[in-house]
T-cell receptor
């Protein structure tokens, strides 16, 4: 089935540890995005990538890093520099040249203890 | 500045009653407008979208929305709510850029 797979769905980490969230897609979409969701704050853009080997910072990129070595994959690393990493993280994709509709994965919930 | 405002944080309706969720936007160019729905712990699913043409758009699950340029609004409506409609609803605006701007969401509860 075509879709977006995020893993793991739940992740617990100790403060000060880096963690990497996986996002894989087989929709053949060019653009990929990472959003952070906190209660009452909607979705905030962390990073996005429109093509392989290129990515741009979103509105809240501090403390996060990404890579885009393959079209299908866009992993997000939450570093120890992120001051409040506990959140729900959503990966999304978009077909290039399309009219802006995003397709979302099921999300990953990160809890830092 | 580009922004989306959903003034209602939480709404409760009775099953079978009508529903209207409000969305106001600020955008410098012709907007592309979206409504998404999210069940707890899940990703977002597109309900409907507006790009151009008829200002009343139909979506999935019996939802519709009307684009009113003069009011900078894109309110979501459903004539008769079902218990399964309980979820969080997000309005979003975008355009020629590749970024969507999301509102803070409206949490819908449905009373039996």
């Amino acid at each position: 089935d075509g879709g977006i797979t995020q893993s793991p769905k739940y992740l617990f980490r100790k403060e000060g540890q880096n963690v990497t969230l996986s996002c894989e897609q087989n929709l053949n979409h060019d653009a990929m995005y990472w959003y952070r969701q906190d209660p009452g704050q909607g979705l905030r853009l962390i990073y996005y990538s429109q093509i392989v080997n290129d990515f741009q910072k979103g509105d809240i990129a501090e403390g996060y890093s990404v890579s885009r070595e393959k079209k299908e994959s866009f992993p997000l690393t939450v570093t120890s520099a992120q001051k409040n990493p506990t959140a729900f993280y959503l990966c999304a994709t978009k077909k290039q040249g399309d009219t802006g509709e995003l397709f979302f994965g099921e999300g990953s919930r990160l809890t830092v203890l | 500045a580009q922004s989306v405002t959903q003034p209602d944080i939480h709404i409760t309706v009775s099953e079978g009653a009508s529903l209207e969720l409000r969305c106001n936007y600020s955008y410098g160019a012709t907007p592309y407008l979206f409504w998404y729905v999210q069940s707890p712990g899940q990703g977002l699913q597109l309900l409907l979208k507006y790009f151009s043409g008829d200002t009343l758009v139909q979506g999935i699950k019996g939802f519709e929305a009307e684009f009113k340029r003069s009011q900078s609004s894109f309110n979501l409506r459903k004539p008769s709510v079902h218990w399964s409609d309980a979820a969080e609803y997000f309005c979003a605006v975008g355009g020629a850029t590749n970024k969507l701007i999301f509102g803070t969401g409206t949490l819908l509860a449905v009373q039996p």
